[in-house]
C-alpha cells in the first residue's frame, strides 16, 4: 500500500517501510476514539496525518478542529482553547465559544503541545481527565465530547525528564503514539512525493505532468530535505509555476536546493529547451537567470562557499561573481551554506 486517502486534501502517500508501518498504525487504531500523541519533526505530516485519522474515525461527520498551540502567548491560548465570557478581560467584548466547544462531537488537533507553557498544562489535563471545561471569565461547566490528538516537534517524554513537560499529561496524552519519520530516514518515499506533488500542482494550472529528467530526479534524491514534505512540496509547487519547457529539466529547480544537493555542472550547464511541440512562451531572460543562479551555486558548493575559487572556476572577476551572487538572491545562502540554504527554499 503506498496511499492513504479519504479525500483530496488528506492524501498520505509513502512507499517506504516506515510509511507502511504508519499506514498499519492507522488500520490498526480504526475505530478507536483513543487519545494519539503524534511526533514528527516540522513538515512530516503530523496534520495531514491527524486529519486522515480523524476521518477514519466515527467521529468523521463532526467536526475537525486544528489548533497549533506554538501560536498564542500564554494568555491567549486559554482563551483560544476553553472560550470566553464577556468582559473576561480587556477586549473581550462578546461571549465566544473556544476550539474545544467548537470540536464537540468531533476531533481536536492540539499541534505544537511541547510549546505549552507549564500553568496551561495543568489545566488541559483537568480537561482531559473530566471532560469539560470552563471559559475564561465563566462560572458554567460545560461537558464536551472531543477526541483529542497531539502532535509534538519535540521528544515529550525527554521534556519531562528535563521537567519541561508535566508528567501526568505526557501520559494521558502518550495512549496511541505514533512517530513520523523525518523524510532523510526514508528516500525511497521522495519519488512517489514528487510524483504526487507534481502531478498535484500541474493539474491544479489544468497542464499535463511533464516528464521528469534523470538529473533532477537525483538532485531530489541527493537533498537532506531538512523542511521534510512540506519543503518537498513547496518544491514541486515553484516547479509547476516556473517550468513550461515540457520536461522539468534542471534549470527549472530552484538554486538553493541544488546548491545543497550538489548538482554536477554538466547537469547544470545545459539550459532547458522548450521540446520543439511546446508552443507555450518562456522568457529567455528568466531562463538564463536560472542556469546562472544554478552555474553559481554549483560553483560556491565545489569551492567550499569560497568566493575567489568560485569567480575562478567561473572565469569570472571575484566582484562580478559578487554582483550576480546578489542578482540572483543566493546572497543569504552564503553565510552558513547548510542552515541559510533551507531558509532560502522555505521563504522561496
Ligand atoms: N506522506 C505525505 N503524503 C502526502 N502529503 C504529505 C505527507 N506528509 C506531509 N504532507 C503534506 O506536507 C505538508 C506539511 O504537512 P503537515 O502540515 O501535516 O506537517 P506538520 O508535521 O504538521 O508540520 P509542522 O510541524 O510544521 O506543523 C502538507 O501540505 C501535507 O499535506
Ligand atoms: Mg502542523
Not at 227 to 233: A, I, K, Q, S, T
Not at 251 to 258: D, E, K
Request: net charge positive; glycine share 8%; with cysteine.
Amino acid at each position: 500500500m503506498t496511499t492513504q486517502q479519504i479525500s483530496m486534501d488528506s492524501v498520505v502517500v509513502g512507499r517506504s517501510a516506515r510509511m507502511r508501518a504508519v499506514f498499519e498504525f492507522l488500520r490498526v487504531i480504526g475505530n478507536s476514539d483513543s487519545t494519539v500523541l503524534i511526533i514528527g519533526e516540522s513538515g512530516t505530516g503530523k496534520e495531514v496525518t491527524a486529519t486522515l485519522i480523524h476521518q477514519n474515525s466515527r467521529r468523521r461527520h463532526h467536526p475537525f478542529v486544528a489548533v497549533s498551540c506554538a501560536l498564542f502567548s500564554e494568555t491567549l491560548i486559554e482563551s483560544e482553547l476553553f472560550g470566553h465570557e464577556r468582559g473576561a478581560f480587556t477586549g473581550a467584548i462578546k461571549d465566544r465559544p473556544g476550539r474545544f466547544e467548537l470540536a464537540e462531537g468531533g476531533t481536536i488537533f492540539l499541534d505544537d503541545i511541547d510549546d505549552v507553557p507549564l500553568s496551561m498544562q495543568v489545566k488541559l489535563l483537568r480537561v482531559l481527565q473530566n471532560r469539560t471545561i470552563e471559559r475564561l471569565g465563566g462560572t458554567r461547566t460545560i461537558p464536551v465530547n472531543v477526541r483529542v490528538i497531539a502532535g509534538s516537534k519535540r521528544d515529550l517524554k525527554q521534556m519531562v525528564s528535563e521537567g519541561k513537560f508535566r508528567e501526568d499529561l505526557y501520559y494521558r496524552l502518550n495512549v496511541l503514539p505514533l512517530t513520523l519519520p523525518p523524510l532523510r530516514e526514508r528516500r525511497e518515499d521522495v519519488p512517489v512525493l514528487m510524483d504526487h506533488f507534481l502531478a498535484r500542482y500541474f493539474k491544479r494550472r489544468n497542464e499535463d505532468v511533464p516528464a521528469v529528467s534523470e538529473a533532477v530526479k537525483q538532485a531530489f534524491m541527493r537533498y537532506s530535505w531538512p523542511g521534510n514534505v512540506r519543503e518537498l512540496e513547496n518544491a514541486c509547487e515553484r516547479i509547476a509555476q516556473t517550468c513550461s519547457c515540457g520536461t522539468v529539466r534542471i534549470g527549472c529547480m530552484s538554486a538553493s536546493i541544488l546548491f545543497r544537493a550538489g548538482a554536477q555542472p554538466a547537469e547544470v550547464a545545459p539550459p532547458s529547451v522548450p521540446a520543439s511541440d511546446t508552443t507555450a512562451p518562456i522568457s529567455l531572460d528568466d531562463r538564463l537567470r536560472e542556469v546562472e543562479a544554478n552555474l553559481i551555486g554549483w560553483a560556491l558548493k565545489v569551492s567550499g562557499g569560497n568566493k575567489s575559487r568560485a569567480a575562478e572556476l567561473l572565469q569570472i572577476k571575484r566582484s562580478t561573481l559578487g554582483d550576480r551572487i546578489n542578482r540572483c538572491g543566493l546572497g543569504a545562502s552564503l553565510e552558513k551554506p547548510e542552515t541559510q540554504a533551507a531558509a532560502a527554499v522555505q521563504t522561496a
